[in-house]
Each structure stands twice: as C-alpha cells, then as structure tokens.
C-alpha cells in the first residue's frame, strides 16, 4: 500500500481520507466528492445504517441519496429533527468533539410542570450531565415547553437530564446543530448543505 505515493507497512498508520492518496497495488479508490446534507429524521426510525431488529434506518428513507454519507452523532428512536450526514469525517470529528463546543439546539416537551427549582437543579447539573442552557417557553400543570442547548452528544441526554428531576420527555425535536438551521423542512425530506454553510460551524 501506498500513501502519497509512499510505501506503508504498518496497518495503523494514521490518514486522512478526504486529503491522503491512498494506492493498494495498481488500485486507486477514486475519493468521494465531497456531500453533507441536512435531513429532517422523523420518529420511529434509527440512525445506523442498519438495524438487526428491522426497524426502518435514516438510510432506508435517504435510498440512493445516503450513499456514502456517514451520520454526524445521533438521534434517538423517539427524538426527531436535524441530522446531518456527511463524506467529511473531519467536518464529523469537528462537530461531535465536545472540546469545541457545538451548540446543539432542542425543542423540548415534558410531561407536568418544570418549576424554577427544577430548573436550578438541570442548570448545576446531575450525574454528569449539564444543559448549556434551559429556556422555558410555556409552562402548565399538564405540560413545560423548553428550548435546550447543549454541547455534548451524551446518549439521551436530554431524557436523562429530565428524568433525574422526576419528569418524563415526550417530545423532542433537534431545530440547530451549530449554525446550520432545520428550517421548513419535513419529516423525511433533507437538502444539500454547501462547504461555506458547515465551515462556520
């Protein structure tokens, strides 16, 4: 195997696919152009590629417009809202690593209401977890609405954050990942992002 027209040995030896040119005897894998888009996962699919219970994937609703990308993190079974997908596994790393940061913008619904005391508990944090911020937007004895920001893509965590104060997510909808908006699309439709869009985030 060649890397920059250099021979490699060693099977660890650290590349970047999108920049190094990599040659296994006379083959040379053709790069993939470079492709992320924005889609709008719906609920009651998963984010893998595929599912060994048969559940429906974000692949099997993408089809032929999934090849080749890669999810940028997760969205949970019952979570829906923006996924990106992406060829860049830098423009990946850069989004997930929570060193720097990308603020992760939900809708939030939770069953009963979320008091102030609640809310100073979920702002100092329990068990690991900490919202970046908590804002409610309507409050009732049946239902709180909140926006939730994050920086971290800890698994549920969200729903975890809410369950250590007693109350249970019914709705959650992801409307930003950095500054890249859902927008007005629909659940199952997704749109190609441009390079200068995902350089900002």
């Not at 709008?40 to 090849?67: E, I, M, S, W, Y």
């Not at 729903?159 to 699309?185: D, H, M, N, Q, S």
Request: with cysteine.
């Amino acid at each position: 195997m060649t890397v920059n027209g250099r021979s490699v040995t060693n099977p660890l030896s650290a590349v970047v696919p999108e920049r190094d040119l990599i040659a296994v005897g006379n083959m040379r894998p053709q790069p993939r152009p470079w492709r992320t888009i924005a889609f709008h996962k719906p609920r009651g699919c998963v984010t893998t590629r595929r599912d060994p219970q048969g559940r429906t994937t974000v692949f099997d609703l993408l089809g032929d417009a999934g090849a080749g990308l890669v999810a940028v993190g997760r969205l949970d079974l019952a979570s829906s809202g923006l996924l990106l997908l992406t060829t860049d596994t830098q423009l990946a790393e850069r989004l997930t690593n929570p060193e720097n940061g990308v603020v992760r913008r939900y809708v939030v619904t939770v069953r009963g209401r979320v008091g102030d005391e609640d809310l100073e508990v979920l702002r100092a944090g329990v068990g690991g977890l900490q919202a970046a911020s908590l804002t409610v937007r309507k409050r009732s004895n049946r239902e709180t609405h909140l926006i939730v920001e994050l920086t971290e893509g800890k698994n549920r965590e969200i729903r975890r954050l809410f369950a250590a104060v007693g109350r249970e997510v019914t709705r959650l909808l992801r409307v930003a990942y950095g500054p890249i908006e859902l927008g007005l699309l629909q659940p199952g439709e997704w749109r190609e992002l441009s390079a200068a869009e995902c350089a900002r985030s």
